[in-house]
């Protein structure tokens, strides 16, 4: 049976509602769905209505729903109960292989036929999922969101070998709904796509910490007042393309292409071994001495909230 459409989808099921988790809810629920979640820790259903409460000004600001507008929530006591009442499943359990096995194999079986089970699994390769499933793996994919999840709207969606090109873009369909950004990763690979761009870019920053070029906090402040303003607004590709100016990226790539293949054939590849662990942390430690973290972690959301409302507002942005 074919997966229902992303309009079809009425209530979705939250397996697992951890800090990823809470923020499916918050998301599913702000954009009018019902949402039937679970949770086997002790106290979880608390702190997610806590939760819920507590983020709900920021989840209702950015997708424009009011109170009335907030689907009805529903916690269950195990993942086959809560996949049974879902027209769609987003799993969340730990980030170990057989653990993901485990509680996908129980949602596969209980699961309506052609309900759509996406892991946010930040990087074990969907076709190592499937193979738990029995009833139809072809319906399991990857549905990775970017933390905090309940405000930043990239989700990477992931096929495997099983899923069908019409499954995932009904995925695809089901994301857009409810306000995020997904993209398609059209090849299996360990931590997707995002997560690799990242690790790039830190495997740079521990190479320069490690070899005492700069502290960490002039790693910090090199991106976050330099290209993480840009990278902001337009990713790093169409960043390079308007930096090339009326040539665009073919005459940047002409201009820049040769010192910038030596910077690339310079880049480090540092081993992160306890002494590399211990200087990066000591010099976080030392950025941040003072610092009212939770105060930093607000701080961080409210602006993303505010680059993410001018950013709506914009005609021309990719």
């Known amino acids: ?3 229902p459409t992303a309009v079809q989808v009425r209530t979705a099921a939250v397996v697992g509602t951890g800090v990823i988790g809470a923020a499916w809810v918050a998301g599913f ?3 009018g769905l019902d949402v ?8 979880a259903e608390a702190r997610l209505r806590s939760y819920l409460e507590s983020s709900w000004d920021v989840v209702s600001e950015l997708t424009g729903s009011a109170e009335a507008d907030r689907g009805e929530l529903r916690f269950v006591a195990s993942a086959g109960e809560a996949a049974r009442a879902a027209d769609f499943v987003q799993e969340n359990g730990p980030e170990r292989l057989e653990a993901k096995r485990a509680l996908l194999a129980e949602i596969d079986a209980a699961a309506r036929p052609g309900v759509i089970i996406a892991s946010s699994t930040s990087g074990i390769e969907p076709s190592a999922l499937q193979a738990a499933c029995a009833v139809d793996p072809g319906r399991v994919l990857v549905g990775h969101p970017f933390n905090p999840a309940h405000i930043i709207p990239l989700v990477e969606v992931v096929p495997g070998a099983a899923t069908s090109p019409e499954t995932a873009q009904v995925a695809l369909a089901f994301y857009r709904r409810v306000g995020k950004k997904p993209i398609l990763v059209r090849s299996e690979i360990p931590g997707h796509v995002t997560n690799r761009l990242q690790a790039a870019l830190w495997r740079e ?4 910490v490690d070899r005492g070029v700069v502290s960490v906090a002039d790693i ?3 991106i976050s007042h330099g290209p993480g303003l840009r990278w902001a607004i337009v990713g790093p590709l169409t960043a390079q393309h308007l930096s090339g100016g009326a040539g665009g990226l073919r005459h940047l790539l002409e201009h820049l292409g040769p010192p910038t293949q030596k910077w690339m054939d310079d880049l480090g590849a540092p081993q992160l071994t306890h002494e590399l662990a211990d200087k990066l942390v000591a010099g976080m430690d ?4 003072g610092v009212d973290q939770a105060g930093l972690a607000a701080d961080r959301d409210r602006l993303l909230v505010d680059i993410m409302r001018l950013k709506h507002t914009s005609r021309n942005l990719p």
């Open 1 to 3: 049976m074919s997966a």
């Open 29 to 31: 629920l702000a954009s």
């Open 36 to 43: 039937v979640a679970t949770d086997p820790a002790e106290g």
């Open 205 to 208: 920053a521990y190479s320069l």
């Open 220 to 222: 910090d402040t090199a």
């Open 286 to 289: 030392e950025q941040l001495a």
